[in-house]
């Protein structure tokens, strides 16, 4: 993965210095290492990002980028779906029962303690704890229980768009790499066996973000502004790259609207738990945050005040633990970009 920050300061060294600590092999690339490394890619820089109506949009800016850290062994799930199938396997397994098909209309919590969680077909689940993971759906449910967080999530509509990738080669293994591109307000990675390139944004400041009310209420197909926003974008940094026809879908992040990072956390109803705000960046992190869940209601059930004494989770295959109270509901915002990125 070739991270590009819009700018390389002591944050820039200080986190590929912990990286290092822990094993990752990360390094900082100078603009012409960059060049070298991967000549198809444009090392300008673009930042600030111009929306695309700027009659300036595609002129030179004749900056460079000021460096980018490179992960050499980063990936990405190639499936979600069969991934997410898996672990649904693996839970099952486990004792786990999916009620599929199966909407949640109210959280009731009577006086006597415990939930009376009520389904839209009229059947009743009844326990002891609820934890909220309902995505893009999270502020819904939350006011469903009557519970308010000093930190606030809202479904944010993204696009990304498909394009071809023209350096495939059959049965090549020289793969394009995953670029987080917030000096060009963009991502990129290879998709489809390396076939196509997908692109997202990473909500650059002059692109008015489409906040959404109803998360059962949107448009689900793929706009022509979104499309020239991140579609040029990419071509300023891959200019190999060629228009194409339109390709690609509209979805949901859940994004913690201070600082983009998850909260995860219980609340001040007793019993009632959330794992909420993922930003559109915490796929790969599920595991963890599960983790933590678990942890977290542990924990509290056995008469820990988690907010005085937060959980430190162990992570064991890094054999580290850490304070995870960055992820409290009542934290002071965390220091980020405000983007996916976070
Ligand atoms: C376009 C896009 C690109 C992304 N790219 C990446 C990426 O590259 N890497 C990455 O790590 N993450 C990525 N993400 C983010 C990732 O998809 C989310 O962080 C992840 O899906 C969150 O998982 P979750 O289980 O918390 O919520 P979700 O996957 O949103 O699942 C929530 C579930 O709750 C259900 N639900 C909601 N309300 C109710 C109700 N009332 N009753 C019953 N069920 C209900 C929903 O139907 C849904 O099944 C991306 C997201 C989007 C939209």
């Known amino acids: 993965m ?32 960059v060049a070298q490394r991967f000549p198809f890619l ?34 990405y799930v190639v499936s979600p779906g069969v991934a997410t199938q898996n672990l649904r396997r693996a839970g099952e397994r486990d004792g786990v029962r999916f009620l599929l098909n199966t909407e949640v209309a109210a959280v009731d919590h009577p006086a006597g303690g415990g939930f009376a969680t009520r389904m839209t077909d009229g059947t009743v689940d009844e326990s002891d704890v609820v934890i909220n993971v309902a995505g893009p759906h999270s502020a819904h449910v939350n006011r469903m229980a009557g519970v308010e967080l000093p930190l606030q999530t809202r479904a944010l509509r993204r696009e990304v768009h498909l394009l071809t990738n023209p350096r495939f080669e059959e ?5 394009l790499p995953i670029v987080g591109d917030l000096d060009g ?13 997908l692109v997202g944004s990473t909500e650059p400041a002059c692109d008015e973000p489409e906040w959404i009310d109803d998360p ?13 926003r991140q579609c040029w974008r990419l071509m300023k940094r891959f200019p190999e790259v ?50 933590l869940v678990a ?48």
């Open 185 to 197: 307000g963009i991502y990129f990675r290879p998709e489809s066996g390396g076939r196509d390139v």
């Open 295 to 342: 942890a977290l209601v542990e924990a509290q059930s056995s008469g820990r005040d988690t907010d005085a004494q937060p959980v430190q989770l162990e992570l064991p295959h890094v054999g580290e633990s850490v304070d995870t109270s960055f992820l409290s509901r009542l934290r002071k915002p965390n220091t980020s970009t405000g983007t996916v990125i976070g």
């Open 42 to 75: 444009d090392p300008a820089s673009n930042h600030p990002a111009k929306p695309v109506a700027d009659p300036e949009f595609f002129e030179p800016t004749g900056r460079r980028i000021e460096g980018a850290v490179f992960e050499e062994d980063a990936g």
């Open 242 to 291: 060629g228009y194409g026809p339109a390709r690609g879908l509209a979805a949901l992040y859940d994004v913690t609207v201070q600082d983009w990072y998850p909260i995860v956390d219980r609340t001040d109803l007793p019993g009632y738990y959330v794992c909420i705000g993922t930003s559109g960046s915490s796929f790969k992190t599920a595991p963890v945050l599960g983790r």
């Open 2 to 33: 070739l991270f590009i920050p819009r700018h390389v300061g002591d944050e820039t060294h200080a986190t590929v210095a912990e990286m290092q600590r822990l094993g990752i092999s990360a390094r900082l690339l100078s603009a012409e290492e």
């Open 216 to 228: 059962d209420d949107f448009d689900h197909g793929v706009t022509e502004l979104y499309r020239e």
């Open 171 to 175: 049965g090549s293994t020289d793969s």
